[in-house]
């Protein structure tokens, strides 16, 4: 097959995109960069910064904390936090809130979360 029959061929099967694109020769865009890129153009950008508050909810508090405690909701920039135990509660609250607080908003943002709750349950 020559270059030019190799060339007209996948024109035709993929008909979109450039000669580059074609050969392959565009590296692809990796997925943890797609979904924020994606997640923006569809207006969901505070929705993603807001969903990554839960997923490392673990390695921002620790293991120890996130045993005995969860966050459940997000809602208008307001965490809500279950806790197991009221002596946990009260520590939480009254301790570590600012530094948890902080933490949050460093890795998913200030508008994203601007307040914590913590709640027994």
């Known amino acids: 097959m020559t270059p030019a029959l190799r060339t007209q061929i996948l024109r035709e099967w993929r008909p979109f995109g450039s000669d580059a694109d074609l050969l392959g020769t565009r590296p692809a865009i990796p997925a ?33 904390i996130a045993r005995h405690a969860q966050p459940v909701s997000l809602h208008h920039g307001v965490l809500v936090v279950a806790v197991d135990h009221p002596v946990w509660l009260q520590e939480l609250a009254r301790f570590y809130k600012p530094m948890i607080l902080q933490k949050i908003q460093e890795r998913v943002g200030k508008k994203a979360v601007r307040d914590i709750v913590f709640r027994i349950g």
């Open 32 to 64: 943890n960069k797609l979904v924020p890129l994606v997640m923006k153009r569809l207006g969901l950008e505070q929705r993603l910064q807001q969903s990554q508050a839960f997923s490392l909810w673990p390695n921002i508090v620790g293991n120890d």
